[in-house]
Nanobody
Framework: QVQVVESGGGLVQPGGSLRLSCAAS????????MGWYRQAPGKQRELVAT???????NYADSVKGRFTISRDNAKNTVYLQMNSLKPEDTAVYYC??????????????WGRGTQVTVSS
């Protein structure tokens, strides 16, 4: 089985920073893309940023220049450095990993999410 676990959320003041981490573990053969998504109350889940195994990145327009996604392939871990946080960044942040298991199955795994609250 595969697990994806996020960490690093919390309460931060506007203009502050947070760093989220997400580790995938279990019967993983390889991981292609990893990404961060978020869902605010009453809204649909939206893409924040993604990164491929080769390091190509994609960002939502709303976070460009403020958030940075990175990954450590050896640790099956993806990070999201969030700077200049705004109240509208408040949401539950979810990690996603597109991977191939050791049983040769492609799957897209989600974590349970971590709450980020930006408030004074």
């Amino acid at each position: 089985q595969v697990q994806v676990v996020e960490s690093g959320g919390g309460l931060v003041q506007p203009g502050g920073s947070l760093r989220l981490s997400c580790a995938a573990s279990g019967t993983i053969f390889s991981i292609n893309a990893m990404g961060w998504y978020r869902q605010a109350p009453g809204k649909q889940r939206e893409l924040v940023a993604t990164i491929t195994s080769g390091g190509s990145t994609n960002y939502a327009d709303s976070v460009k220049g403020r958030f940075t996604i990175s990954r450590d392939n050896a640790k099956n871990t993806v990070y999201l450095q969030m700077n200049s946080l705004k109240p509208e960044d408040t949401a539950v942040y979810y990690c996603n990993a597109d991977l191939l298991t050791t049983r040769n199955l492609f799957t897209s795994q989600w974590g349970r999410g971590t709450q980020v609250t930006v408030s004074s």
